[in-house]
Nanobody
Framework: QVQLVESGGGLVQAGGSLRLSCEASGRTFSRYAMGWFRQAPGKEREFVSAINWSGDSTYYGDSVKGRFTISRDNAENTVYLQMNSLKPEDTAVYYC????????????????WGQGTQVTVSS
């Protein structure tokens, strides 16, 4: 079992920034690929970003490319999502995700989920 705990969500104005954190515990974190997904009201859960175990490969959904940056600090067992130039359509619950091998870019590739953190972007 791997436990994932997100933090850093909140309410921001359009154009603002937030930095989400996901701290992992349990099994060895450093060898897990990590990702972020989000789910807005009335929509399906959507891929946002992912990063491989070593941190040298990153992936982004089309809607966030150029605005969001994923990173990880294996010494702190934490993955981050820096969100800049936020838009109202970014409003969603953001979920941290982990996979023991493959980069999690789809729901079926996620082995572990966090409980989510709310991000609300106002006009």
């Amino acid at each position: 079992q791997v436990q994932l705990v997100e933090s850093g969500g909140g309410l921001v104005q359009a154009g603002g920034s937030l930095r989400l954190s996901c701290e992992a515990s349990g099994r060895t974190f450093s060898r897990y690929a990590m990702g972020w997904f989000r789910q807005a009201p009335g929509k399906e859960r959507e891929f946002v970003s992912a990063i491989n175990w070593s941190g040298d490969s990153t992936y982004y959904g089309d809607s966030v490319k150029g605005r969001f940056t994923i990173s990880r600090d294996n010494a702190e067992n934490t993955v981050y999502l820096q969100m800049n130039s936020l838009k109202p359509e970014d409003t969603a619950v953001y979920y941290c995700a982990a996979n023991s091998l493959a980069v999690p870019r789809g729901l079926r590739q996620v082995h572990y989920w966090g409980q989510g953190t709310q991000v609300t972007v106002s006009s």
